[in-house]
């Protein structure tokens, strides 16, 4: 009988410091948004950043600049610039930079593409979507909990709060239309709607992906960078 007691204790033992270790990871991955991935996407992002800067300096190139010369409208040359933009874009790639200061502060860079590698970098724009500043709808994707968690803030947003991006070829503010929580098969969000606008998505609640966050935004505002606005 001491011996089953013994055996007993030992296994009580071994299940309280097991829930302890579960509930510490489960604490520390709310605390600091899973530490290891974190650490991994600040990595990525510093190279994305890298990444950008070198693009913002060569493009729009002398290619780019020809093609939009004799163009009047402001919002035709960014379209022009943008879709000649996407198409030398790779997934992966850091292609802009989006800040939301209601979403604490959101200040990242956005890589091409929605795939486990290109979001483990940063918020990814989904390919099937327009670029912004095409005239339709926009989609970016961005974790909550893993990988930096660029979004997990992403419920904070409101009617009217500020969205910039900033890519190579022009600066686009929106102002938030409304938010809606949807299922991840709800692919309408990124319909067009006839107007410059920008979608971002990702998983609801918190841990879990069995619904979805909507930001829908409009463009308010656009600017060419400096060095094309006398093309």
Request: net charge positive.
């Amino acid at each position: 009988m001491p011996s089953v007691r013994r055996a007993l204790r030992i296994l009580s033992i071994a299940l309280i410091t097991a829930g302890l270790v579960l509930v510490a990871d489960i604490a520390v991955t709310l605390l600091y948004k899973e530490p290891l991935s974190s650490v991994y996407a600040a990595i990525q992002q510093d190279q994305a950043a890298s990444e950008l800067s070198e693009t913002e300096a060569q493009y729009p190139d002398r290619a780019a600049r020809r093609a939009i010369a004799r163009v009047r409208s402001r919002t035709r040359r960014i379209a022009t610039l943008a879709r000649r933009f996407g198409a030398r874009a790779r997934e992966g790639e850091a292609i802009g930079r989006i800040r939301a200061p209601a979403m604490d502060g959101l200040n990242t860079v956005v890589v091409q593409g929605t795939d486990t590698s290109s979001l483990q970098k940063g918020p990814g724009h989904y390919p099937s979507t327009p670029l912004p500043g095409q005239g339709g709808t926009a989609g970016i994707a961005g974790h909550r909990t893993t990988y930096g968690a660029p979004f997990r803030h992403i419920d904070s947003m409101h009617r009217g709060d500020r969205i910039v991006l900033e890519m190579p070829y022009a600066t686009i503010v929106y102002r938030v239309q409304k938010t809606a929580i949807v299922d991840p098969t709800d692919v309408w969000v990124v319909d067009g709607v006839g107007y410059e606008r920008l979608v971002l998505s990702s998983c609801n609640p918190l841990y879990s992906a069995t619904q979805r966050f909507i930001v829908f935004a409009r463009a308010v505002r656009e600017r060419l960078p400096a060095r094309t606005r006398h093309s």
